[in-house]
């Protein structure tokens, strides 16, 4: 069924097992999983997925559960994507694509790497996870494991969104809060998670929550019949969404699943003005990131200081001629408002950083308006419940209308 063979080092290519307990390689770096994709192109064609089931298992051969009798599913992934054609025409662009991801179970994308990291840690008998979060992923995993029957514990910083905290802690999971951001949450857990014998699946800690997301990429590619657009934009925290989906485009051309030839779409990593370490790091020609101090932005799913990944976020974006942009919450807060009422999609602040990014890009000539650009919107407004709310007119219902 899945054609795993081993997971790999991104950082010093040392090979480790894959069939065992993992969280990081001894050098420190994220570990990658890599399948026989020789044995994959030869058993499994584009043309066989026709029919399968409509979620990311469809993709089951390069996804790294063994038994199907371990995958741990709420109906992931297999998102819609379709065309922003009002949005493109105020912005100036003639194709302008957006992938729903809040219409993914927990209602983020976050549910893609909760199914196949909890399915296999379900697979290598793990029975309790820990991870800090700043909402999402905490109530994707939550929300995973307790299908799994697994014990949660997450630690929050106390302003993450209060749906995630109620989300998460409705379905069992045992939710900390603390004071600060998500890399003190981390470093928390990292303590707690050796005394208590948790297994800590803290962003790129363990190989597997990238498996997930990556499918993101394979699931464009599918959707737009084995084309691939000019440039897709993606608002980054740890980033393992834009690292997934570029490892996800290296895997289809080694499958020969992609037309001869072809280019990559240059990939956009976004973040907000109020943290910005990738952006910094890429404008100043580094290979990794600072620490951002005192970040802050409405977009808290993005309030990442410190990404494990960053230098592999930096080496997809590099090796696709993307770029990287910031983007301030009041260009957030506008690009909401502009996908809601010219779009019908209340998308979450997350995504609508994108489209001050869009904004930003063309004025600057960097995009041009014939491209085909996608956002990968990553969850829904309806999670914001404050977003907004100060800008929207309610109004009042006298006698008549
Ligand atoms: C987690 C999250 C992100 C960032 O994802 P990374 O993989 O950490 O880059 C973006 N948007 C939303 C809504 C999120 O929950
Ligand atoms: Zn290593």
Known sequence: MSFLSHLECSRCRQTHEADRVQNLCTCGGPLLVRYDLKKAAAALRPADLAGRVSSLWRYRELLPVRSPDNIVTLGEGMTPLFRLPRLGEALGLRELWLKDEGLNPTASFKARGAATGVSRAKELGITSIAMPTNGNAGGAWASYAARAGMSVTLVMPTDAPAMSVLEATAVGARAYMVKGQITDAGAIVARSAKAHGWFEAATLKEPYRIEGKKTMGYELAEQLGWTLPDVILYPTGGGVGLIGIYKALLEMRELGWLPEGVRFPRLVAVQAEGCQPIVKAFREGRDTSEKWENASTVAQGIRVPKALGDFLVLQAVRETKGTCVAVADADTLWGLTQVSRLEGAFICPEGAALVGAVRSLLKDG???????????????????PDI????????????TL
């Open 366 to 384: 960097w995009l041009t308006p014939d491209e085909r650009v996608v956002l990968l919107n990553t969850g829904a407004g309806i999670k914001y």
């Open 388 to 399: 907004l709310k100060s800008e929207l007119p309610v109004l009042e219902l006298n006698a």
